[in-house]
């Protein structure tokens, strides 16, 4: 299978499948426990229907919306994820340049894998970075400055990571961060001596947001679950939330907020978006899905704050959905990390602009001449 045939994001995914050793694609495709929330934050989408209204009289559509203080070309945006480059060297400049050509947000997580400032000077496009708070407290003020020295436009605090989820795939394959040799990873890195070799050959591998205060993780190879069990804060709190919101001044999400009053909580407090997340069924197995939970937050607190549909988007289709139930927009992970890793910026532009043309022709099919006509009663519940 070659880039040119990958039409969905399953098609991305076996290519990244054949690419990546076992350990770093079970790491992006791995969810905590029995993986129930890992799908059903997909196939929650197929319990909705579209009504399309016909007969519209439109040639072409505006997809754009704002969030986070910036238009977007198109309503759905890439969120932060970590340890990019050991999916494609390029790692999170890969995703710069689609924002950039695509006119819509990357974000780029702490536990990046390109440096805060690389990335402001290189994109002019809408970026968002995420904060995961440290126990060294110092650490999360220098990553404030940081950003604002680099003009990203948002923060996002992520707020379901206090102990690592059990994904129990990581604990099989093996993986590490920095990668090691094991004697269960071994086999896996030799079957694959492209990617091995290009990881060898290239500059080392470093976690720069972080690096300079932390060495796990960049010097010290660790597990990604002994990274956030032993450096994350367990007891952030809203107060915490409130004065970093304070600090930081501009536009500011709160990644991972569940239910229905946390969504009045972040309001209360001043945030400008939440994002409904999961983390992509990596964190709380059994945990709702964000898009069966959208309709009673959108009733609590719809038009007070943005509302970002985060987890289980593969297809334009999804998208329009999550608007039509009153998202401001949709954010995902998978649906450019497999693409990342199967063809680097090539295959994330690729994935993003099939899913924009899914949205661009999902609205003209749905009679919708901008995001604003996408309404609650386009939508049918299916009875069980
Ligand atoms: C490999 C991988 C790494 C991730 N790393 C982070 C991270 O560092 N910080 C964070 O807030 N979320 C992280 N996430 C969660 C994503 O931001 C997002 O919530 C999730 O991918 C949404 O689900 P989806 O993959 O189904 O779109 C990660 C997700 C994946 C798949």
Excluded at 125 to 138: R, S, W
Excluded at 190 to 211: C, G, Q, V
Excluded at 261 to 266: G, I, Q, S, V
Aim: glycine share 8%; aromatic share 6%.
């Amino acid at each position: 299978m070659r880039l040119q045939q990958c039409y969905k994001t399953d098609d991305f995914r076996r290519l990244a499948k054949k690419r990546l050793p076992a350990p770093i694609f079970h790491y992006i495709d791995g969810g905590a426990d029995d993986e129930v929330t890992l799908g059903r934050n997909t196939s929650a989408f197929d319990d909705v229907d579209l009504v399309p209204n016909v007969l519209a009289g439109i040639d072409s559509v505006d997809m754009s919306v704002e969030v986070l203080g910036r238009k977007l070309d198109m309503p759905l945006f890439m969120s932060p994820t970590a340890m990019q480059r050991l999916f494609h060297h390029e790692g999170e400049t890969a995703l710069a340049r689609t924002a950039d050509k695509l006119g819509t947000m990357f974000g780029v997580s702490t536990l990046g894998t390109r440096s805060i400032e690389e990335l402001g000077a290189m994109s002019a496009a809408p970026k968002l970075f995420q904060i995961y708070v440290h126990n060294d407290p110092g650490l999360t003020t220098s990553m404030i400055e940081r950003c604002r020295e680099a003009k990203f436009d948002a923060l996002a605090l992520t707020v379901d990571t206090i102990v690592a989820g059990n994904r129990e795939r990581d604990y099989l394959t093996g993986m590490t961060t920095p990668p090691k040799l094991t004697p269960r990873s071994l086999l896996s890195f030799m079957t694959h001596p492209n990617w091995t070799l290009n990881y060898l050959a290239r500059e080392k591998f470093d976690l720069p947001n972080i690096s300079a205060s932390v060495d796990a993780g960049s010097k010290v190879p660790v597990s990604v679950m002994e990274y956030l069990n032993k450096e994350l804060k367990r007891t952030i709190s809203w107060d915490d939330a409130a004065n970093m919101i304070a600090e930081w001044g501009g536009p500011f999400a709160i990644k991972g907020v569940m239910s229905v009053d946390d969504a009045r909580r972040a309001v209360d407090i001043g945030a400008s978006a939440i994002m409904i997340s999961n983390h992509g069924g990596r964190q709380l197995d059994g945990s709702r899905s964000p898009i069966d939970q959208l309709p009673a937050i959108v009733d609590a607190v719809g038009g007070d704050i943005e509302i970002i549909v985060d987890g289980g988007i593969r297809r334009g289709t999804h998208v329009l959905k999550a608007l039509a139930m009153g998202a401001t927009a949709c954010s995902g992970g998978r649906l450019y990390l497999y693409a990342l890793a199967a063809a680097g910026s090539q295959g994330v532009r690729r994935a993003m602009s099939l899913l924009q043309s899914e949205i661009e022709r999902g609205m003209l099919l749905m009679g919708c001449k901008s995001i604003a006509d996408l309404r609650r009663n386009m939508l049918a519940v299916r009875k069980k």
